[in-house]
């Protein structure tokens, strides 16, 4: 099942969802058409786990996000939740993209995917909410910004369009939300998931 899971979001990566058939699922994971159907239904079903997957690996991030301080300890704890993001991101791209497609069409996936943006929405509004930092600004406005900010360039660093680095797409973007909305200051950059900070050589101290 997990082989199958796997090539699934292979070919949705290559061809997309609507255009992948289970013969290249099948392919790719170098097994049966009967082997598929023991496990799933059809395509649609296997996009369904997917899915099911998906929204449990957001909902857990979701869980994880503690509220976020104007301090160093905030912008650590932000820029490590949006490396979480960011790895759930890399794994599941193919699916959250389907998504994306489907969120206009009235479909059970697209339905799926909007359900778990606006939990995404709610939760960071209420951590925005709960920040001086952002006194005068609309939580949910600033929470639909930040999720629009971070699914696309979290796509970009997918795609590998702009050539994007990592660590630095997480400093920046940790950085840009921090100071914006929970009142921090210009962090230096950091390097790894390890959190151990290296400055920059702007001529500061």
């Known amino acids: 099942m997990r082989k199958l899971r796997d090539a699934a979001m292979t070919v949705f990566e290559k061809r997309g969802y609507h255009a992948a058939r289970v013969d290249d ?16 239904a059809n395509k649609e079903d296997l996009f369904r786990t997917l899915t099911a997957d998906v929204a449990e690996e957001m909902t857990g991030l979701l869980e994880s996000l503690a509220p976020i301080t104007a301090d160093d300890d905030g912008y650590r704890e932000l820029r490590q939740w949006l490396g979480r993001f960011t790895d759930v991101y890399q794994h599941y791209g193919p699916v959250i993209r389907a998504w994306t497609e489907s969120e206009t069409d009235g479909s059970e996936f697209g339905r799926i995917g909007a359900n778990v943006l606006d939990a ?39 795609s590998r369009q702009l050539g994007i ?41």
């Open 165 to 205: 680095d990592r660590d630095e797409m997480l400093d920046t973007t940790a950085s840009i939300i921090h100071v914006g909305l929970f009142g921090g200051t210009r962090q230096p950059s950091m390097a790894g998931s390890g959190g151990t900070s290296r400055r920059r050589s702007s001529g500061r101290d």
């Open 120 to 158: 995404f929405t709610r939760t960071l509004a209420a951590r925005t909410g709960e920040s001086t930092g952002a006194d005068g600004l609309h939580p949910q406005v600033a929470a639909l910004a930040v999720v629009a900010m971070i699914e696309r360039l979290n796509y970009y660093l997918l």
């Open 25 to 40: 699922i099948v392919k790719v994971a170098k097994t049966s058409h009967g082997t598929f159907y023991l496990y799933f």
